[in-house]
């Protein structure tokens, strides 16, 4: 590899360790802008100024808006991956209800400041077309999926009893959970999320144990 | 009232009939762009073009982007308030169960193309202070409370039975609500609703009907 001796350009190299990290500061920030003005605020211009780096060294990484927007997106997906998603189907967080738990303390944790994007996005973008928005449909279709398979994984092994319809269930969880991030949000009332654990429990337990009146209680 | 000899205005006055046909253009065209792009892409100078009318016409009306944005939720709200939320409470579609109805009619009628923007629209605005945000905040609240009095009244009149916590059932609904007007959006698959709709027999019958395996059929 050669040395960049381009006067313009004060960003390292991509392939190198220091280009790393600037990309993941980079990601970092732009993460951040999303998710609290929304995926179309975020502007190279914004971007730069944010990670303090010049608007040319900041090409160096992303060469359109677009591309910018398609690498947030997947870099949020991996964040949701690593914290949410991961132990899934393994070990002893491996069933649908630490699923759950982990889902709720991502957003508790406010893992991005202004919350996961995603879904606000999707609906923003869904008058749109192209590969953004693409992107986006994918992203909430994973999300619906992580929760379809761990459905079909409770009914297996009887964490769920009596079975539930994979795809309903799916869909009614992932209510609770957009659900409980958009108030969240928008009230800063964490009341929200133990109203989401007791409809989640109530939606999980309903058929095997009778409602209690006890709520937001945790194990 | 004297009549406007100013040539550089273009739009009837805001007292005259024919000013308030302009007002309820301009209005219904501020929701597309807001329900399609997002509150925040609302300039004067974008719908002032999709009206046809000039900006300084526009500005007859609004003399600033905040003051539109907020006329813009204002007639959101009382295009809500008369589609859902007017016969809750008197007459034969007084019920929880009528009034859900309509909610989702409301969404399936897209009677805004890209969707009522409120949710998404207040999650886009949490980070930030000012009369926008508390206003689109306002308006979710009074979503909530629409359900908490409907579910109130169903613990009344028995329709609820078992009667359920009016709070926390009201969150529950809101959050099938919410994820079946995004989805819907996104997806742009109807099957959605029949999840909505099955979602919320679930919800209300539980307790006193047996789950069908019946899914979205609507009596």
Chains 1, 2 share one sequence.
Not at 136 to 164: C, S
Request: hydrophobic content about 40%.
């Amino acid at each position: 590899m050669t040395i960049d001796a381009n006067p313009a350009s004060d960003s390292p190299r991509r392939g190198s360790k220091q280009g790393q990290q600037t990309l993941a500061a980079i990601l970092t920030a732009a993460c951040k802008i999303a998710s609290e003005e929304g995926l179309e605020q975020l502007s190279m211009r914004r971007l730069a100024a944010a990670v303090g780096i010049s608007k040319s060294g900041l090409y160096a990484h992303f060469t359109s808006k677009e591309e910018l927007q398609l690498a947030t997106i997947a870099h949020v997906r991996e964040v949701f991956e690593a914290n949410v998603a991961a132990t899934l189907g393994s070990g002893s967080d491996s069933g649908l209800a630490a699923l759950l738990d982990r889902w709720l303390s991502f957003f508790e944790r406010k893992k991005f400041p202004g919350g996961c994007f995603l879904i606000v996005s999707a609906v923003e973008f869904a008058t749109r077309q192209g590969p953004v928005a693409a992107a986006l449909t994918e992203a909430l279709d994973r999300e619906i999926a992580v929760l379809e398979t761990a459905v079909e994984a409770a009914n297996q092994t009887g964490e769920l009893h009596p079975q539930r319809d994979p795809g309903q269930t799916a869909f009614e969880l992932h209510s609770i959970l957009m659900n409980t991030h958009a108030l969240s949000q928008v009230k800063r009332d964490p009341a929200v999320f133990d109203r989401a654990r007791t409809a989640i429990h109530t939606l999980l337990g309903e058929l095997d144990h009778p409602p209690t009146s006890k709520r937001g209680t945790r194990p």
